[in-house]
């Protein structure tokens, strides 16, 4: 009978080993308990459910071992008792593990929780357009045969007049900046803005070309533009100024175009231009009043 009962016993122990094995398995899956880094104690709950089911499980079976070899009565029951013991006992320390790790995220959130509160959430609503030209007519004059058009472009605030291209059958439209001095007497006297049509469609306002309605808006130019000499440029403002604040003399209001002359902005975030067609006097913007595509 002693010797049925040895044999069972080892066997039973025998058995016990994927139980052990199985512990070891469950204590390091419970890593996954809590977010890295997570701030409070949920890390003794992690370290908790890591080492205490293993270990208990383990304790329990090392315990039964040492009291099968001490006793000499009948052991079959032992490594039976120890998992009973041992599981319940895992149960419970790994109970206690999770139970600190999901009060700690309760207090303090999980990493994701965080990240949200302190990164800059993106706008969720409409992003906006990026500027493109846009023109707005205030004056519809006409003349002959075609259709002449003075008004304001949006994104720029540049004054234009439009007239229709005959050498293209009139299908095409194309702008011309014009200064406020000029958009005020084309307002007031039809026949001046008849007379600078006819020029641009012969092809002497060239340099007053402004993009069809549509094309992408223009840029300021950086301080740290370079390559700039000859380019001509926008002014994006009527009454431009130096980088200091200065107002810019040598310029009519409003004007549309300057022909830049130097090669880089200069330290203080001025440019020397001049107005297109001609070699008078350079003077000095501050380089944001250019727009360039």
């Given at each position: 009978?002693?010797?049925?009962?040895?044999?069972?016993?080892?066997?039973?122990?025998?058995?016990?080993?994927?139980?052990?094995?199985?512990?070891?398995?469950?204590?390091t899956?419970?890593?996954?308990?809590?977010?890295?880094?997570?701030?409070?104690?949920?890390?003794?709950?992690?370290?908790?459910?890591?080492?205490?089911?293993p270990?208990?499980?383990?304790?329990?079976?090392?315990?039964?071992?040492?009291?099968?070899?001490?006793?000499d009565?009948?052991?079959?029951?032992?490594?039976?008792?120890?998992?009973?013991?041992g599981?319940?006992?895992?149960?419970?320390?790994?109970?206690?593990?999770?139970?600190?790790?999901?009060v700690?995220?309760?207090?303090?959130?999980?990493?994701?929780?965080?990240?949200?509160?302190?990164?800059?959430?993106?706008?969720?609503?409409?992003?906006?357009?990026?500027?493109?030209?846009?023109?707005?007519?205030?004056?519809?004059?006409?003349?002959?045969?075609?259709?002449?058009?003075?008004?304001?472009e949006?994104?720029?605030?540049?004054?234009?007049?439009?007239?229709?291209?005959p050498?293209?059958?009139?299908?095409?439209?194309e702008?011309?900046?014009?200064?406020?001095?000029?958009?005020?007497?084309?307002g007031?006297?039809?026949?001046?803005?008849?007379?600078?049509?006819?020029?641009?469609?012969?092809?002497?306002?060239?340099?007053?070309?402004?993009?069809?309605?549509?094309?992408?808006?223009?840029?300021?130019?950086?301080?740290?533009?370079?390559?700039?000499?000859?380019?001509?440029?926008?002014?994006?403002?009527?009454?431009?100024?130096?980088?200091?604040?200065?107002?810019?003399?040598?310029?009519?209001?409003?004007?549309?175009?300057?022909?830049?002359?130097?090669?880089?902005?200069?330290?203080?975030?001025?440019?020397?231009?001049?107005?297109?067609?001609?070699?008078g006097?350079?003077?000095?913007?501050?380089?944001?009043?250019?727009?360039?595509?």
């Amino acid at each position: 009978m002693q010797v049925l009962d040895a044999v069972v016993t080892v066997l039973l122990f025998v058995v016990l080993l994927a139980w052990v094995w199985m512990s070891l398995a469950v204590g390091t899956s419970a890593v996954m308990l809590s977010d890295s880094g997570t701030p409070g104690v949920a890390w003794l709950g992690v370290a908790l459910a890591v080492v205490g089911v293993p270990a208990t499980v383990i304790a329990a079976y090392v315990t039964a071992v040492v009291l099968a070899l001490r006793t000499d009565g009948v052991t079959f029951h032992l490594p039976l008792l120890a998992l009973v013991v041992g599981t319940l006992a895992a149960v419970v320390v790994y109970a206690l593990g999770l139970g600190i790790v999901v009060v700690n995220v309760r207090v303090f959130g999980t990493d994701e929780e965080r990240r949200r509160r302190t990164v800059p959430t993106e706008p969720t609503g409409p992003t906006a357009s990026p500027p493109t030209f846009t023109y707005t007519a205030s004056h519809r004059i006409d003349d002959g045969s075609l259709h002449l058009e003075v008004g304001v472009e949006q994104h720029t605030g540049r004054r234009y007049l439009r007239t229709p291209m005959p050498q293209r059958d009139g299908e095409y439209r194309e702008y011309f900046g014009i200064d406020i001095a000029m958009y005020t007497t084309f307002g007031a006297e039809p026949d001046a803005a008849r007379r600078f049509a006819a020029q641009c469609r012969a092809g002497q306002h060239a340099d007053r070309w402004l993009p069809p309605a549509g094309f992408p808006g223009l840029t300021p130019i950086p301080r740290d533009g370079t390559r700039l000499a000859r380019k001509l440029v926008t002014v994006l403002t009527d009454r431009p100024t130096t980088a200091d604040g200065a107002p810019v003399g040598g310029l009519p209001p409003g004007t549309p175009f300057v022909r830049i002359v130097d090669d880089a902005v200069d330290e203080r975030g001025d440019v020397g231009v001049r107005l297109p067609g001609t070699t008078g006097e350079v003077v000095r913007i501050a380089a944001h009043h250019l727009g360039r595509g």
